[in-house]
């Protein structure tokens, strides 16, 4: 027990202190309990945990007093903070304030262990407090580009490992712009195959008539031009991973070669008649519907069930509305370094803009914003009017009639939402819907009404 890692629970009630530190022991961490955040506060100097997990709703300090006092004194000590009454408005103020994690009760055991590995990280640069297995033994570095701390995504993230671990074939499904590229590099760091290539082609962005040569490659004198040999990305691939971006987009012939290559694992190059031998794993994604593109003729189903051995959702941006404020200033400090700009923090305002933003270009489109923030800005602070700009110029492509329809619709509610100050009843009889109804359009937009309760607008 002495290498294991040292955990602070803190909680008034005993019988979930008790729960807890049993549940953590057995995951192989050194636990110290405290019943009070004042007894937390004299345990830090003797045990010096890595890690202090409180709840918030204690007598005399609670779990945020607590925080503050443990980061005035040890700044770079991670804090994780469990509430029975959590929203998102409290989530974001955490981690404003520096909180490292914010669970709400009660809380799914795999994410709480993900965010104890995630801050064994910080706090000592050692993955986890037990050892790795087998097989996983690079620890959690596969994953140590997805900023996240949001439930559903953290959930994702236990699934993608154990995809990872097996060597089936992946589909990844999600919007664009939601990172299904940064999840296939994931599956593929987190496999056997990490050391080898990891080779990607977007099925969409290459024309036809050069898609099956890119993929299999083509030999000297196939066509007009092929002055040489040419390795495919099957080739280059080989012992590593290839990423099939927008496998929706793929023609119908080439789809017939694909899953012959995918059944037979060999591939012909274009004008030979030799096969070749290929050992690669197969990762695919798409934004359509494959299922109805099946219905409809457009997607082979054999094919389907070959790339569908194991399919994952990459939720979008507004499923992890929580995950904003954190990607925000994440990209902030990517791009304050690479612009070389002092710029330290979005205002507050800024931060609710982003928040209240219907985001259908996702991740990719949050980043823009915020780059476009940095390079504009001419203070230390970006301001909601900047984010504001950068959105609006974002804006350029013309969205399709159901994507600006859901876009009119959820800034109808929201404005609704400003004007009432979040009050829910009267925001209904405004839009001339019964509260059920209306509490059904807030869920399809993913908005929290109880953000609006202290804003005050004029209609």
């Known amino acids: 027990m002495s290498n294991a890692k040292k955990i602070l629970l803190v909680d008034d009630d005993t019988d979930?202190?008790?729960?807890?530190?049993?549940?953590?022991?057995?995951?192989?961490?050194?636990?110290?309990?405290?019943?009070?955040?004042?007894?937390?506060?004299?345990?830090?100097?003797?045990?010096?945990?890595?890690?202090?997990?409180?709840?918030?709703?204690?007598?005399?300090?609670?779990?945020?007093?607590?925080?503050?006092?443990?980061?005035?004194?040890?700044?770079?000590?991670?804090?994780?903070?469990?509430?029975?009454?959590?929203?998102?408005?409290?989530?974001?103020?955490?981690?404003?304030?520096?909180?490292?994690?914010?669970?709400?009760?009660?809380?799914?055991?795999?994410?709480?262990?993900?965010?104890?590995?995630?801050?064994?990280?910080?706090?000592?640069?050692?993955?986890?407090?037990?050892?790795?297995?087998?097989?996983?033994?690079?620890?959690?570095?596969?994953?140590?580009?997805?900023?996240t701390q949001s439930a559903i995504m953290e959930d994702l993230l236990v699934k993608v490992e154990l995809v990872a671990q097996k060597d089936a074939s992946v589909l990844l499904h999600g919007e664009s712009g939601v990172g299904k590229e940064l999840f296939a590099r994931a599956i593929h760091q987190g496999s056997n195959?990490?050391?080898?290539?990891?080779?990607?082609?977007?099925?969409?962005?290459?024309?036809?008539?050069?898609?099956?040569?890119?993929?299999?490659?083509?030999?000297?004198?196939?066509?007009?031009?092929?002055?040489?040999?040419?390795?495919?990305?099957?080739?280059?691939?080989?012992?590593?991973?290839?990423?099939?971006?927008?496998?929706?987009?793929?023609?119908?012939?080439?789809?017939?070669?694909?899953?012959?290559?995918?059944?037979?694992?060999?591939?012909?190059?274009?004008?030979?008649?030799?096969?070749?031998?290929?050992?690669?794993?197969?990762?695919?994604?798409?934004?359509?519907?494959?299922?109805?593109?099946?219905?409809?003729?457009?997607?082979?189903?054999?094919?389907?069930?070959?790339?569908?051995?194991?399919g994952l959702t990459i939720p979008s941006l507004a499923q992890r509305q929580e995950d904003i404020p954190l990607l925000a200033n994440y990209f902030l400090r990517v791009f304050a370094q690479k612009h070389q700009k002092s710029i330290n923090a979005l205002s507050p305002e800024a931060t609710n803009f982003l928040l209240t933003s219907p985001w259908p270009g996702n991740i990719r489109q949050l980043m823009n914003v915020i780059e476009q923030s940095v390079v504009m800005s001419t203070i230390p602070i970006i301001s909601e009017e900047l984010v504001r700009d950068a959105i609006h110029k974002d804006e350029t492509q013309i969205s399709s009639f159901e994507q600006a329809r859901k876009q009119f619709e959820r800034e109808y509610l929201v404005r609704l939402l400003k004007i009432t100050s979040g009050n829910v009843t009267q925001a209904a009889k405004l839009a001339k819907r019964n509260r059920t109804e209306f509490y059904k359009l807030l869920n399809r937009h993913q908005l929290d009404y109880s953000l609006y309760k202290s804003q005050q607008v004029n209609a």
């Open 193 to 310: 195959r990490h050391d080898q290539p990891f080779v990607t082609i977007n099925c969409a962005a290459i024309p036809e008539y050069l898609l099956e040569s890119e993929l299999f490659g083509h030999v000297k004198g196939a066509f007009t031009g092929a002055v040489r040999d040419h390795a495919g990305l099957f080739q280059l691939a080989e012992g590593g991973s290839i990423f099939l971006d927008e496998i929706g987009d793929m023609p119908l012939l080439l789809q017939v070669k694909l899953l012959r290559a995918l059944q037979e694992r060999t591939i012909r190059p274009v004008g030979s008649n030799e096969d070749i031998s290929i050992d690669v794993r197969v990762i695919s994604a798409t934004h359509k519907d494959l299922r109805a593109e099946i219905a409809t003729g457009n997607f082979r189903e054999d094919l389907f069930y070959r790339l569908f051995v194991v």
């Open 16 to 147: 979930l202190l008790e729960l807890l530190s049993m549940r953590l022991k057995s995951s192989g961490y050194h636990i110290t309990t405290a019943a009070s955040a004042e007894a937390a506060l004299n345990h830090l100097d003797i045990t010096r945990p890595h890690l202090v997990i409180s709840d918030i709703q204690m007598k005399e300090m609670d779990g945020m007093a607590l925080f503050e006092q443990i980061h005035r004194t040890t700044p770079t000590l991670p804090v994780i903070i469990l509430t029975a009454f959590g929203t998102i408005p409290d989530a974001v103020a955490a981690v404003q304030r520096g909180i490292f994690g914010y669970l709400t009760k009660p809380y799914d055991p795999k994410i709480l262990l993900s965010q104890i590995e995630r801050a064994m990280t910080l706090s000592s640069g050692v993955t986890s407090g037990v050892q790795p297995s087998a097989t996983n033994s690079r620890g959690n570095d596969w994953k140590s580009n997805i900023v």
